[in-house]
């Protein structure tokens, strides 16, 4: 079993910046993909990112591009998304997620969730 630990979750006005993190506990095979989904309300819940374990596979959502960036630490086994120029439309649920392949995982398929953490952006 893995666990995955969210926090960087807030409030801010558009333009700002948040980070993300998620440190993942257990075992090694389930966390080769991670990366974040987010829901908003009324909205089917969506793959935002998600990154391989090198770290050179990377997706991001069309809407994101240029403005998220997702990294990896895997001596911590943690994932970071820093999320900048932040949008209303970006308000939502982010879940972070592990799975043990990347094509999985971006079909919306990862084998582990985390809690989700409130991202909460004011115009």
């Known amino acids: 079993q893995v666990y995955l630990a969210e926090s960087g979750g807030g409030a801010v006005q558009a333009g700002g910046s948040l980070r993300l993190s998620c440190a993942a506990s257990?075992?090694?095979?389930?966390?080769?993909?991670m990366g974040w989904f987010r829901q908003a309300p009324g909205k089917e819940r969506e793959v935002v990112t998600a990154?391989?374990?090198?770290?050179?596979?990377?997706y991001y959502e069309d809407s994101v591009k240029g403005r998220f960036t997702i990294t990896r630490d895997n001596s911590k086994n943690t994932i970071f998304l820093q999320m900048n120029s932040l949008k209303p439309e970006d308000t939502a649920i982010y879940y972070c997620?592990?799975?043990?392949?990347?094509?999985?995982?971006?079909?919306?398929?990862?084998?582990?969730w985390g809690q989700g953490t409130q991202v909460t952006v004011s115009s």
């Open positions: 997620a592990s799975g043990f392949t990347f094509r999985l995982f971006t079909q919306g398929k990862p084998d582990y």
């Open positions: 990154i391989d374990y090198t770290g050179d596979t990377i």
């Open positions: 257990g075992g090694t095979a389930s966390t080769y993909a």
